[in-house]
Antibody, heavy 115, light 107 residues
């Protein structure tokens, strides 16, 4: 069974930073692209970042609205992906989801970040 | 980037009704269109991928259709457990963009 679990959310002061972690199991993590998607309270879904697999040289992509403040990374040995967010603002308050593949077929339950 | 326009934003229907939700892309997305259901307090769940392929375990009352820029999610006979917000996602180009969502309630 595919499992995705985000951790690292919490209450952060404006200007602060946060590192979210996403631990996965139940599939060959090395083969997949991974994403972070966020959802502000009562709002829709916003793609944040993507990291590709080794075959694509771990290429990374970021939403323009966040570029320069976010860094996505992965550790294939731990089947995990990470999101570092800095210079946090009130509008970064959201649930941050970790998702699998470009087609986003599997999602974690999300990590809540309040700025 | 491709923009997705989803309609309606709110929908009220009766149990047993046929319900349709639409997404229009700003350019051809070659049927790379997924539909998600999000119940209150839960993560989104994929219902349909690549326009019309039903995710394993999803009831057959859910179906998808479309091509080019226009796509539709249909619930053939609305059930009480279908109350949720529904989102589309295009993954043809770039990182993928979501529709704004349709909140479906029971009348």
């Amino acid at each position: 069974e595919v499992q995705i679990l985000e951790t690292g959310g919490g209450l952060v002061k404006p200007g602060g930073s946060l590192r979210l972690s996403c631990a996965t199991s139940g599939f060959n993590f090395n083969d997949y692209f991974m994403n972070w998607v966020r959802q502000a309270p009562g709002k829709g879904l916003e793609w944040v970042a993507q990291i590709r697999n080794k075959n694509y040289n771990y290429a990374t992509y970021y939403a323009e609205s966040l570029e320069g403040r976010v860094t996505i990374s992965r550790d294939d040995s731990k089947s995990s992906v990470y999101l570092q967010v800095s210079s946090l603002r009130a509008e970064d308050t959201a649930i941050y989801y970790c998702t699998r593949r470009v087609g986003m077929d599997a999602w974690g339950q999300g990590a809540s970040v309040t700025v | 980037d491709i923009q997705m326009t989803q309609s309606p934003s709110f929908l009220s229907a009766t149990v047993g009704d046929r319900v349709t939700i639409n997404c229009k892309a700003s350019q051809n997305i070659n049927k790379y269109l997924n539909w998600y259901q999000q119940k209150l307090g839960e993560a989104p769940k994929r219902l349909i991928y690549n326009t019309n392929s039903l995710q394993t375990g999803i009831p057959s009352r859910f179906s998808g259709s479309g091509s080019g820029t226009d796509y539709t999610l249909t619930i053939s006979s609305l059930q009480p457990e279908d109350v949720a917000t529904y989102f589309c996602l295009q993954h043809n180009s770039g990182p993928g963009t979501f529709g704004a969502g349709t909140k479906l309630e029971l009348k």
